[in-house]
Nanobody, 124 residues
Framework: QVQLVESGGGLVQPGGSLRLSCAAS????????IGWFRQVPGKERDGVSC????????YYDDSVKGRFTGSRDNAKNTVYLQMNSLKPEDTAVYYC?????????????????WGQGTQVTVSS
């Protein structure tokens, strides 16, 4: 069964850090770019980052540049999103998703697999 499972969310104070994990089962992540998205109730799912396969680049939305870092461990079939200097506006459900590459990575309709999401809450 093909599956992506996110973990690592939780409650953190402003300025704190969390590391999200996205573990794949039923397929190998080696050949997939991984997008990270977030969504708050009543709003669209927004792209946060895309970790490329082909050129090794990681792309970021302007709102998280310099604070979030994406990485992958192909041996563990897992991708990570390190989130530092968290702000209350980072509060959302975070999702990982797999697609062929990062070109046009913000388009949610072009992803093959999605995880179930993990809640991140930034609050004092």
């Amino acid at each position: 069964q093909v599956q992506l499972v996110e973990s690592g969310g939780g409650l953190v104070q402003p300025g704190g850090s969390l590391r999200l994990s996205c573990a794949a089962s039923g397929f190998t992540l080696d050949y997939y770019a991984i997008g990270w998205f977030r969504q708050v109730p009543g709003k669209e799912r927004d792209g946060v980052s895309c970790i490329s396969v082909s050129d090794g680049w990681t792309y970021y939305d302007d709102s998280v540049k310099g604070r979030f870092t994406g990485s992958r461990d192909n041996a563990k079939n897992t991708v990570y999103l390190q989130m530092n200097s968290l702000k209350p506006e980072d509060t959302a459900v975070y999702y990982c998703a797999a697609r062929w590459g990062c070109t046009g990575w913000g388009n949610v309709d072009e992803y093959d697999y999605w995880g179930q999401g993990t809640q991140v809450t930034v609050s004092s």
